[in-house]
């Protein structure tokens, strides 16, 4: 039983040093070197095995060196020549900083003085193995243990084989959004599972039948196991996030994922295979000549990760920016900052695992600088995949009809609260590592302030989750602001006009967000401890010294509210003020921006407006003229213009249109030179200028094919007989050249 405690302990530091980069290995004894003696010190808690102070003590030794040796921190012996009853000399504190910095140089100059004791390791590992009980009989335990690997790895690759055609049909996504590509490589990941732990049980069995007695050759093959596993965790999980070869499963749209998974690959095999060294020949040989390789591998690790995250300091910007439909200038720091921040947690966690070696209880430091790498790493993976998850399952709702500005809102609220979840569940667990260790914090004192903590961090979190509704929920109702660039003059204008609702809520916006954002902003305030009395009492005598002195803007505002309290005009409809006249474009709390048809925007104060005439509301009759010739068949004319405005009627393009076809009213004038004839329709406002144009154009064309001659300007002089007509010519006095003034 303590031979599988010890292996235990061991595995847990194997892949606590495999995630943090972890300097030489933690044994229940702490040893700390002090500065004024060169003795080295070993505190010891009291239960720690014969044999692990045995193997402490001999490692501490080395070079004849003597060892000071302390239970549970008791105070080291007084120093010669002061008096055992004599007070004890004031000490200079130590700032925690300046203690972890000392701790960190002693477990690295410890690491590197046992470097060149590797060259013990080969002799060491021999006498080990020499002693092994399995192989005395038969095959030796060398071969017995690669036996019993041949076997698992044959097993896991029969298996993978077998199952190879099942697969591949749910490998193939069901289309290019997220729920699909998440699925296939869902099962990809259930394979790769299935295929390790087939392997891992075949190893088993054959440990338990060929390696029966616990020596080196059966703990070797429970570290290999141990190694195998950590080193396959990786590729899995590479294989499910970046779907090397397979980019159309690929979960994580990471750039050069390729490379990045390469990389994962040899980290995830390389530090294993390392670490199983390590470990294998502490069980043969102690943890003296091994805490070299310890300090090597740590070493190699922290520059390999601190590397790897600065190359892929642009990929992952472009990942966090990806991530965002509209990316804000925080999100564009987070993006900047993320690799280098990643690099110097690398160099972070390996310092930790340095100084832990020389620190009371440094085997917590090292388990929470472990667990430190998993959050920061899995916490942004999870985020960012629930809410890639719920926009797909939003996005595939809104293609199915389902895009209620009700039900979009609470989406946008759900996705921002599980993202927000997910980031405050990894702050608290980073908080809870370290508090007490950075901070001092007892179990009491942490429960206490994380209790006033998380209440502020609820109500943050909550105000935050309300301003994403509120925002998506006014974002889904305002219109998407008009084309301002000149279009088609003949093509078909948008028929759809936004509704009341749409044209008041532009302004609501601003007004409740800042209402939201600024409840949260006082309540926050008010949790903190900060007395809001005076605030509010400013802000009012603020308020109203503002309004007093600002009548005119309080009259735009007042004059707004009725408009559109009245709903005289709405975003889109055509207005004409009296002195100015356009398309309404933008409302605000104090005034509107019309867009005339020439392109000039004019932004016009509500207090302004005295009248307002709005062109676009309900229907439009719109009326015009025609002039025939006198000799023209009024009644065949008449026919002929309601014949087309049938045909208008009942063409796709203009007739839904229409609200009253065209038709001719009668006639409206008789002139010298011509029957004026007046046609009017009804159809609708924003379509009244395209329907007439098109009117025209038929009734000129009707009127011609049925021979209905239209009027002309031209002057016919008619003689009554010949001799009048000539005497009255004779009669017309030649014209006088003109003579030019005299000067």
């Known amino acids: 039983m303590l031979a599988m405690r010890s292996w235990l302990r061991a595995m847990a530091f194997c892949g606590a040093a495999l995630l ?30 014969p044999e692990t102070v045995r193997k402490l003590v001999d490692a501490l030794s080395a070079g004849g060196r003597k060892v000071e040796i302390r239970v549970g921190g008791a105070a080291p012996p007084t120093a010669s020549g002061q008096a055992s009853g004599a007070a004890p000399q004031p000490a200079e504190a130590e700032t925690p900083v300046e203690a972890f910095w000392d701790h960190f140089v002693d477990g690295l100059s410890h690491g590197l003085r046992a470097v060149p004791r590797l060259a013990e390791l080969p002799d060491a590992w021999r006498g080990a193995w020499a002693q092994n009980r399995n192989g005395t009989a038969g095959f030796t335990a060398l071969w017995r243990l690669i036996l019993c690997a041949a076997v698992a790895l044959a097993a896991a690759a029969l298996f993978r084989f077998a199952s190879a055609g099942w697969f591949a049909r749910r490998l193939r996504p069901a289309g290019s959004e997220f729920t699909p590509r998440l699925i296939a490589s869902s099962w990809g990941m259930l394979q790769d599972l299935l295929t390790l ?52 499963r690929r979960v994580m749209p990471l750039p050069r994922a390729d490379r990045h998974f390469k990389l994962l690959a040899f980290y995830g095999i390389a530090s294993p295979f390392l670490l199983t060294v390590t470990v294998s020949g502490q069980y043969a040989v102690g943890p003296a000549p091994v805490t070299g390789l310890f300090t090597l591998v740590g070493i190699a690790q922290m520059v390999f990760k601190a590397w790897w995250f600065i190359d892929a300091r642009t990929d992952l910007a472009v990942l966090i920016l990806g991530s965002a439909h509209e990316p804000g200038p925080g999100r564009r720091v987070i993006a900047a900052v993320t690799g280098w921040l990643y690099a110097a947690l690398a160099v972070a966690i390996w310092m930790v695992g340095n100084a832990a070696a020389m620190m009371e209880g440094g085997g917590r430091w090292a388990e929470a600088a472990a667990l430190t790498q998993f959050i920061i790493v899995l916490a942004p993976i999870l985020a960012v995949g629930i809410t ?28 921002a609260a599980a993202g927000g979840a997910v980031w405050a569940g990894g702050f608290y667990l980073l908080a809870r590592l370290w508090a007490g260790f950075l901070f001092g914090v007892s179990s009491e004192q942490f429960a206490m302030l994380m209790r006033q903590a998380g209440g502020v961090a609820v109500l ?56 939201a954002i600024g409840l949260t902003v006082l309540v926050l305030l008010s949790r903190l401890g900060v007395d809001i009395g005076p605030l509010l009492a400013g802000f009012g005598i603020l308020g109203l010294a503002f309004s007093f002195g600002s009548q005119a803007l309080v009259r735009d505002i007042v004059s707004g509210f009725f408009f559109m309290l009245e709903d005289a005009f709405r975003v889109g409809e055509y207005v004409d003020t009296g002195r100015l006249k356009g398309t309404v474009e933008k409302i605000s709390l104090r005034s509107m921006q019309l867009r005339h048809q020439s392109g000039q ?55 839904p249109h229409f609200i009253a076809p065209l038709k001719m009213q009668g006639v409206a004038d008789i002139t010298d030179s011509a029957i004026v004839i007046r046609l009017k329709f009804t159809g609708k406002p924003n379509q009244a200028s395209m329907l007439q144009r098109e009117a025209l154009k038929r009734v000129y064309r009707g009127l011609v094919e049925a021979q209905v001659p239209f009027a002309s300007n031209a002057v016919t002089v008619k003689e009554g007989s010949g001799k009048g007509a000539a005497a009255a010519i004779a009669a017309v006095p030649p014209p006088t050249p003109l003579v030019p003034a005299a000067e």
Request: overall charge neutral; aromatic content about 6%.
């Open 20 to 49: 943090a980069g972890a300097a030489p290995g933690q044994t229940p004894a702490v040893p700390q070197q002090p500065k004024a003696d060169s003795s080295p010190v070993l505190t010891l808690r009291g239960d720690e095995s």
């Open 197 to 248: 732990g087939c392997g891992l049980a075949v190893l088993h069995a054959a440990r338990t039948l060929w390696l029966p007695q616990l020596d080196l050759a059966a703990t070797t093959l429970r570290v290999i196991a141990n190694g195998a596993t950590i080193a396959a965790g990786h590729l899995i999980l590479g294989r499910f996030l970046l779907a090397p070869g397979a980019p159309e």
């Open 388 to 415: 890639s998850l719920m926009a797909c399952r939003q996005a595939h709702a809104a293609a199915m009809g389902e895009a209620a500005p009700l039900s979009l809102a609470i989406g946008h609220a759900l996705r």
């Open 460 to 515: 943050a979190f909550g105000g935050w989750v309300t301003i994403v509704f509120l925002r998506s929920f006014f974002d889904a109702y305002t219109p998407r602001p008009a084309a301002s660039m000149p279009g088609d003059e003949d093509a078909v204008a948008d028929d759809h006009t936004p509704s009341r609702l749409a044209t008041v809520l532009p302004v609501l916006r601003g007004v409740v967000l800042g209402a």
């Open 601 to 655: 925007v004019h932004t016009v104060p509500f207090g302004q407006v005295q009248s307002l005439t709005n062109a676009s509301r309900d229907w439009a009759t719109v009326k015009f003229n025609v002039r025939l010739d006198h000799s023209a068949d009024i009644e065949k004319a008449r026919k002929t213009i309601k014949k087309i405005g049938l045909a208008l009627l009942e063409d796709p393009e203009f007739g």
